[in-house]
């Protein structure tokens, strides 16, 4: 098992940046896709963005439209999601999230491991 501890949340006006990362630890970090997925207030969780083992492939959600950029550093055990161009619809709680292939990511749920999330608050 794999534990995830995200953090760079917060608040930032419309068209600002923000740089979510995720710490990862208990398990061989270079072993498992990682991802980010986010949730808002009364909506499902969603799939944001996910990354190979290596890093060399990068999935994204349509929504996403280039303005975030997922990486990683296996060496440090750390992911990031680096998000420009805010909008308030971006609004949510951003959990990373880590399992054995891209579809157990984008699935989510039990297949997946999760962190405790961070909140993004994006404001008009």
């Known amino acids: 098992q794999v534990q995830l501890v995200e953090s760079g949340g917060g608040l930032v006006q419309a068209g600002g940046s923000l740089r979510l990362s995720c710490a990862a630890s208990?398990?061989?970090?270079?072993?498992?896709?990682m991802g980010w997925s986010r949730q808002a207030p009364g909506k499902e969780r969603e799939f944001v963005a996910a990354?190979?083992?290596?890093?060399?492939?990068?999935y994204y959600a349509d929504f996403v439209e280039g303005r975030f950029t997922i990486s990683r550093d296996n060496a440090k055990n750390i992911g990031s999601l680096q998000m420009n161009s805010l909008k308030p619809e971006d609004t949510a709680v951003y959990y990373c999230?880590?399992?054995?292939?891209?579809?157990?990511?984008?699935?989510?749920?039990?297949?997946?491991?999760w962190g405790q999330g961070t909140q993004v608050t994006v404001s008009s």
């Open positions: 999230t880590a399992g054995a292939t891209v579809s157990r990511v984008r699935a989510g749920g039990p297949t997946a491991s």
């Open positions: 990354i190979s083992y290596s890093g060399a492939t990068t």
């Open positions: 208990g398990r061989t970090f270079s072993n498992l896709v």
